[in-house]
């Protein structure tokens, strides 16, 4: 098993996606990405401007060096190109425990299976090199299709946080948390991640992504 004092170093792959941690020299790439207001919608920062994204950047990079929080870059596999992040978050190594969220994925790679095929890869790492017992999202109650998403790869909800934190324009969010335990990912793996065919993984492509924005923002909508 990975030490969790190394995940700074993880590099996460599959047949369709690679993560590997943000660094400073993405910025560029991202600056291709980000700009799309529909990412932002349910987060709880936003990236309107160049100073946002270095903002963004400088926070994943400070996080990750520091262990608070692991930001990877989504890499399409197909082209080699970032399409997006996620983290690892709300990291409790003692009780084996932690979050999925801050996702997002550009608007060309959605519904085309990079998020599922990214959610396997955090997935599989959490539970087999880490030795998670339990793997926990949250959304904003309003975000059905982060909601949907989540449904989908198999996570349970467990209930609703009332006026969990302040949004941009004021308004206070509620939030709803959703799990995967160690006792349930392999019959959810078999039967929400697709099956190995030729060697690889294949991807349902027909599912909403789920983006996960938490404190700081996920999914188009997790975490």
């Not at 709880?44 to 100073?51: G, M």
């Not at 197909?78 to 969220?101: H, K, Q, T, W």
């Not at 996570?155 to 324009?169: D, I």
């Amino acid at each position: 098993m990975m030490g969790w004092d190394k995940l700074a170093d993880a590099v996460l792959s599959n047949g369709r996606v690679t993560l590997r941690r943000v660094r400073i020299g993405d910025v560029g790439d991202l600056a291709r990405i980000v700009y799309e207001p529909d990412t932002w919608r349910y987060f709880v920062t936003r990236i309107d401007s160049p100073a946002d994204l270095d903002t963004f950047v400088e926070a994943a990079v400070r996080d990750t060096l520091n262990g608070s929080r692991i930001v990877f870059a989504i890499v399409d596999n197909a082209d080699g190109r970032v399409v997006g992040s996620s983290a690892y978050g709300n990291l409790a190594e003692a009780d084996r425990r932690l979050e999925i969220g801050w996702s997002w994925v550009c608007g060309a790679a959605r519904r085309t299976g990079v998020n599922r095929a990214a959610k396997l890869a955090l997935l599989d790492h959490a539970f087999t090199e880490l030795g998670c017992e339990r793997v926990e999202f949250k959304t904003d109650v309003l975000n059905t299709g982060a909601r949907r998403g989540l449904e989908g790869i198999g996570a349970t909800e467990e209930g609703v946080l009332r006026s969990f934190n302040v949004m941009p324009g004021g308004r206070r969010r509620d939030v709803v948390y959703y799990s995967i335990l160690r006792e349930d990912w392999p019959t959810v793996r078999r039967e929400r991640f697709g099956r190995v065919l030729g060697g690889g993984e294949s991807f349902d492509t027909g599912t909403t992504d789920t983006d996960t924005s938490t404190d700081t923002g996920t999914d188009t909508g997790t975490g």
